[in-house]
């Protein structure tokens, strides 16, 4: 097996660390659309406690607060 | 365990459903190997290949089929229900496979000796069956489990195939490697022990497998 | 519960893999044979190991749950999975691209353990179709876990079958060097594999804990919508969807 010269084997090797890169930053970047998600779930959840805490103080005013979720 | 053997045997028998089906695609598939090869007989590596990978098609036919009758007719519920060990269905469901890849056989060897096969194979005919039955019983065990799990899907024709083939290529290196040198033209009849110890292995390793684990499909 | 050490295993991860690239091609001396091509082998060996690794890993977890019933060792089974898969893309691509700078071709049939890693990867390519194919989560979880064993004991029996079919016909292709490896080139390999093992760690722990995070914000999200009926219950899925 002849060994191939810096100028043909460069390309490869080079070739073979970018597919390594390129799978960790497609990897960042699916995580990175669910921390999206999740960020906008937890909008939604602190919209509905809003929500819950109005209808509940309208509601009654001498109820207990209650512990909000943790 | 007896039961269930016996009762898929006579549905078999009575219905015919799957093993005409299974010994007709191979016939098919030898057909075919014939056009796509271009040649008018084979030998030695070529017609192991074409023989196991043939057999291992309709095998796989046959798993899909499996289990499906239990899991619709509520088979599987009644088995639960009775005071009997879980793993004794996978026993069952594996003797009436190898039971129908025998059957299959023995109708598409004679076949594709006829059609394809370049020597005779009467030489080398004990050696021949001693790899066909260690191999069918490695295609009988994981086919089983296979089956077990892809009736649970609901793609079960898509699944079965790609979850079968990979698991069960150490299989036909082993059963084809084993038996090319019998498949040739004045055949002394020795086959190369090593292949035997893999088919055993395979075996073995499966077998076990299944056994403990196939409690754990059943459950519901 | 998933985090834990998750910030120093990452910091270890960039140290390890970081100093294993600079290992690679500032001191790792070229092989006589293969010249800079076997450099390579550095990134296209450690992905591979780690990934057979994940895969057996994702069975000892789906042996846990099987045992115990604990739906944290199904979410575990399946992100160790997940990300071998990933890491096994990797280690075939590479391992492609070795053998066509070191023999010629995109894929060469003579290097057992290469052919042996395209059948595992196309065994576990099934599991997420597998799993997404059953809806019932219970099952869903119960069903990945046999197949998670048996495809991991499967594993070792593979390369034992195709090594004995190809090794009497050919000589080893990409081996890493003629002989044996002088002391600089083990010490980066191991480097190396230690780095990718910690990644592989690492990114497994990350996912874990980014699922653990959305399931507990849909339960919350249910648990405060009942009083609006406004919660939409999630689709089917292969992954696992609760703990």
């Known amino acids: 097996m002849p060994a191939l010269p810096l100028d043909d084997a460069g390309p490869y090797v080079a070739a073979a660390y970018l597919v390594f890169l390129a799978l960790i930053l497609i990897y960042v970047a699916i995580m990175a659309s669910k921390l999206v998600r999740i960020a906008r779930d937890l909008d939604e959840v602190a919209e509905l406690i809003e929500r819950r805490d109005e209808t509940r103080s309208g509601a009654a005013d001498e109820s207990a607060e209650q512990p909000v979720p943790r | 365990m007896a039961a269930v053997v016996r009762k898929d045997v006579l549905v078999e028998l009575r219905t015919g459903e799957m093993v005409p089906a299974m010994l007709l695609f191979s016939v098919s598939t030898f057909v075919l190997f014939h056009f796509a090869l271009d040649r008018r007989s084979v030998e030695g590596d070529l017609a192991a290949g074409v023989l196991w990978v043939t057999l291992l098609f309709a095998a796989v036919l046959g798993i899909v089929r499996l289990f499906v009758a239990e899991r619709e007719q509520g088979g599987f519920d009644g088995f639960l229900l009775a005071p009997v060990d879980r793993t004794a269905l996978f026993v069952a469901k594996a003797t009436v496979l190898f039971c129908f890849l025998a059957a299959v056989e023995l109708a598409a060897i004679p076949a594709f000796a006829i059609l394809l096969l370049g020597p005779s194979p009467w030489d080398a005919l004990p050696e021949l069956l001693v790899v066909l039955v260690l191999a069918d019983l490695g295609v009988a065990v994981v086919g089983t489990l296979v089956g077990a799990l892809g009736v649970q899907t609901r793609t079960r024709e898509l699944i079965v195939p790609i979850l079968a083939l990979p698991l069960m290529i150490p299989l036909v290196i082993a059963a084809a490697r084993a038996t090319s040198p019998l498949l040739v033209e004045g055949a002394t009849g020795g086959i190369e022990g090593r292949w035997l110890l893999v088919l055993g292995l395979y075996d073995l390793v499966f077998g076990l497998l299944a056994f403990a684990v196939f409690d754990f499909l059943l459950e519901d | ?243």
Request: proline letters at 4%.
């Open chain 3, 1 to 243: 519960m998933f985090a834990r050490g998750l910030k120093s295993l990452s910091i270890a991860s960039v140290v390890l893999i970081v100093g294993a690239f600079a290992l690679v091609f500032f001191y790792a001396p070229n092989d006589a044979d293969q010249g800079f091509v076997q450099k390579i082998f550095y990134l296209h060996v450690p992905l591979a190991i780690v990934a057979l690794c994940g895969f057996v890993a994702g069975g000892v977890f789906g042996i846990q749950f099987l045992r115990t019933g604990d739906r944290s060792h199904d979410l575990r089974s399946y992100v160790a999975i997940h990300i071998s898969l990933i890491l096994a893309v990797g280690a075939l691509i590479t391992g492609s691209i070795w053998a066509k700078a070191s023999w010629g071709h995109w894929w060469v049939w003579d290097e057992p353990t290469l052919v042996s890693f395209l059948i595992v990867f196309l065994l576990y390519a099934c599991y997420q179709p597998l799993r997404f194919a059953i809806e019932d989560p219970g099952r869903q979880a119960r069903t990945a876990a046999v197949f998670s064993i048996t495809a991991g004991a499967f594993v070792p029996l593979n390369f034992l079958a195709v090594r004995l079919a190809e090794s009497f016909t050919h000589p080893r292709v990409l081996s890493a060097t003629g002989g044996s490896m002088p002391g600089e080139m083990r010490l980066t390999f191991l480097v190396s594999l230690a780095g990718m093992a910690v990644m592989f760690v690492t990114l497994w722990k990350y996912e874990l804990t980014s699922k653990q995070a959305s399931m507990r914000l849909r339960a919350l999200k249910r648990r405060l919508a009942d009083e609006d009926d406004r919660w939409v219950p999630a689709g089917r899925s292969a992954a696992p969807q609760e703990l």
